[in-house]
């Protein structure tokens, strides 16, 4: 599969603009794992449709 077309990255975060692709993000769920994944999994999910674990998912709806 060909790599996607519309790298580098941005996104804006509270009025911000974000360059991703370089960068790791962690979020830990209520019991304290601590999960990673590259800055770009926003990309991924919304340009991709790409769903992330559901233990994923829940750590980050926790913060």
Known sequence: MPFCK???TN?????????LGSAE???SDPS?????????????IAA??????NVFIVAVESR
């Open 6 to 8: 519309t790298y580098p």
């Open 11 to 19: 996104a804006t975060l509270d009025g911000q603009e974000l360059h």
């Open 25 to 27: 993000i962690e979020v």
């Open 32 to 44: 304290g794992t601590v999960f990673a994944a590259p800055d770009l999994i926003y990309h991924y």
């Open 48 to 53: 991709h449709k790409y769903k992330p674990p």
